[in-house]
């Protein structure tokens, strides 16, 4: 069984599925976490294995989705999410129960355990918005440990659990902060375009989560169909100054001002130097999407990195830019 997205082949020393918090903490209790390296497996949608992994894989796959405040007459509902629940069953379940806030990251491929720690985020929203807090346990002393929202120091792309405790909790539930009335959220261009091309005026939460599926899979490979892992560098930030350079040369230049200086689109730089839709081996370029990279048979995880290292270097010779990966490799 392969359990990641990519579809490589991987093996480890050690593949551990945890289904409950006593199985966990006994795991725990018996060292099972405390020689390092171990690895966190969700969804399997935003790691490329680059060979055997020296260490343990836990797969987390405790499930339970609830309402912690049914009888709450603000407007503020708090839902509890298990780890190892899928994302979009989440989202989905949200959605039929009436719970809102979730809908512009439907159709995001991997885990509720995995949202926090990179902060996923698509069409105007990141997983940080609606995240009350995060209910983790220490891998080594089994201690239990509830982070607010602002705990989390979330960041783009990143998370406290990717920085300064990077490796050290597991994350067992995530608690959301949605409400029972549906706001729709569409301050992102290519969101409001598809809307109004379907004539789309004030859409449902149905409307609006089956209107972001089919945007995502116009331009993103469908797991079932195409290995690949998402968008798989992030999209880099440059000071004021470059990005004036940058737009002086290119004026059709795509970028986003953000407190840091201005946000530009990876796909859009690697479009321009060349690789949409090229291939290096069996590892390609997604010609609709130039910021995924594709298996296109029989790629192992250094075809991935031979392909993102040809690439890094033409977008740094061009533009001065170092692309930064949003996958994990291991
Ligand atoms: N663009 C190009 N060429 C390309 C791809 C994009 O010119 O090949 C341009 C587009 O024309 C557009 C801009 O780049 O003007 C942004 O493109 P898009 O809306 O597709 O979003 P993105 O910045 O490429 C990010 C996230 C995605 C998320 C989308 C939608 C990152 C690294 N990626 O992509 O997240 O779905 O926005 O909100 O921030 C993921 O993380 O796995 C992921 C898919």
Known sequence: ??????????????????????????????????????????????????????????????????????????????????????????????????????????AIPGTVGASPVQNVGAYGLEAKDIIHSVHAIHAITGHERTFSNAECQFGYRTSIFKQALKDQYIIWSVTFKLSPRFTP????????????????????????????????????????????AGSFFKNPVVSPEHYRQLKTRYPELVAHPTPDGYKLAAGWLIERAGWKGRSLGPCGVYAKQALVLVNLGGCSGSDVLALADAITADVQNLFGITLEKEAIII
């Open 1 to 106: 069984m392969i359990y990641n997205t990519f579809g490589i082949p991987a093996t480890a020393d050690r593949y551990l599925t945890v289904t409950d918090k006593e199985q966990l903490l006994s795991l725990i209790a018996q060292g099972a976490l405390a020689r390092p390296p171990y690895f966190i497996l969700g969804g399997g949608s935003n790691v490329v294995f680059t060979g055997h992994y020296h260490g343990t894989i836990l797969h987390l796959e405790n499930k339970g989705i609830r309402l912690l405040t049914p009888d709450s007459p603000s407007d503020t509902l708090l839902v509890e999410a298990a780890a190892g629940e899928n994302w979009d069953t989440f989202v989905q379940h949200c959605i039929n129960h009436g719970w809102h806030g979730a809908e512009n990251l439907a």
């Open 185 to 228: 959220l569409v301050n992102y261009t290519a969101l409001a375009d598809a809307l109004a091309d379907a004539h789309i005026t004030n859409p449902s939460a149905r409307q609006m989560a089956d209107t972001i599926a089919a945007l995502r899979w116009s331009k993103l490979p469908r797991p079932e169909e195409t290995g690949s």
